[in-house]
């Protein structure tokens, strides 16, 4: 049996770490799976979105993560980026229905940043509409067991890489 999604390409994509100086990365609880079956618990994520034609990276990283949680350039510091993109598919049940149908997954550049300011410059709202309703600081060795299952291996490989740095 082939797969009917074969031929599409995967969507560029960036990802950001947020950690403060105790260590703790920033995750954030998303609107739009409210309501969703989530197979036991409720999903956190770090923020990422896709890249801009001709943008770059670490700019889309820094765009990103404004938008997601309002956390202006001036609180961040980028330490590292991940030396290769890591790849992933959508599950089935997803494939076709995400961005209109034109991905099959996403390519992933993560970026490792130091947030420098306080709880307080943190603004889910900033963007219309937010990403997220809620957010709080985790330990990273728990982001594999907070993400959606089809990202566990993402998370993973991201910890591994930025894991000294943190």
């Not at 770090?46 to 309002?70: C, F, K, N, S």
């Not at 990273?140 to 299952?149: N, Y």
Request: hydrophobic share 35%; net charge negative.
């Amino acid at each position: 049996m082939s797969d009917p999604f074969a031929h599409l390409p995967y969507r560029p994509c960036v990802g950001v770490m947020l950690v403060n100086p105790d260590g703790l990365a920033f995750v954030g609880r998303r609107i739009d799976t409210r309501g969703q079956p989530d197979e036991g618990g409720v999903y956190w994520q770090m923020p990422q979105g896709g890249v801009d034609d001709g943008e770059d990276l670490r700019a889309a990283a820094l765009r990103e993560l404004w938008e997601e949680t309002g956390v202006e350039e001036q609180y961040v510091t980028i330490l590292a980026q991940t030396r290769e993109e890591i790849f992933y598919d959508l599950p089935d049940d997803l494939m076709g229905k995400l961005w209109k149908g034109k991905y099959r997954g996403q390519r992933q550049h993560w970026f490792l940043a130091r947030f420098t300011g306080q709880d307080a410059d943190i603004h889910l709202e900033r963007h219309d509409p937010p990403e997220f309703e809620e957010w709080r600081w985790e330990n990273p060795l728990l982001l594999p067991e907070l993400i959606v299952p089809f990202k566990k291996r993402v998370y993973r490989a991201v910890l591994d890489e930025f894991r000294d740095l943190i």
